[in-house]
């Protein structure tokens, strides 16, 4: 089974960066694809940016977030930039397999604030 373990959120000011790490582990798996999802109180869970061979942004992030995997393709990141207030929200690492199954972290806290 995959584990996902995620790090990296915290409290920034607006206009602030962050990145958002996320570690697979486990059994050797096939990955069709890792993305980020959020979830802001009262609102669905909505996805920010997913990277399979190519990478694919919700409107909203687009020029501000990037998502990039390590040469291990066991770690995927989330580098956030120009942070704004709607951007609160908790932060999920979701990972595909073969299988179509998703594993999913268990999310970290990013808190856009002045």
């Known amino acids: 089974q995959v584990q996902l373990v995620e790090s990296g959120g915290g409290l920034v000011q607006p206009g602030g960066s962050l990145r958002l790490s996320c570690a697979a582990s486990g059994s050797i798996f096939s990955i069709n694809a890792m993305g980020w999802y959020r979830q802001a109180p009262g609102k669905k869970r909505e996805l920010v940016a997913v990277i399979t061979t190519i990478t694919n942004y919700a409107d909203s992030v687009k020029g501000r977030f990037t998502i990039f995997r390590d040469s291990t393709k066991k770690n995927v990141y989330l580098q956030m930039n120009s942070l704004k207030p709607e951007d609160t929200a908790v932060y999920y690492c979701?990972?595909?397999?073969?299988?179509?199954?998703?594993?999913w972290g268990q999310g970290t806290q990013v808190t856009v604030s002045s």
């Open positions: 979701n990972c595909r397999v073969d299988s179509g199954y998703d594993y």
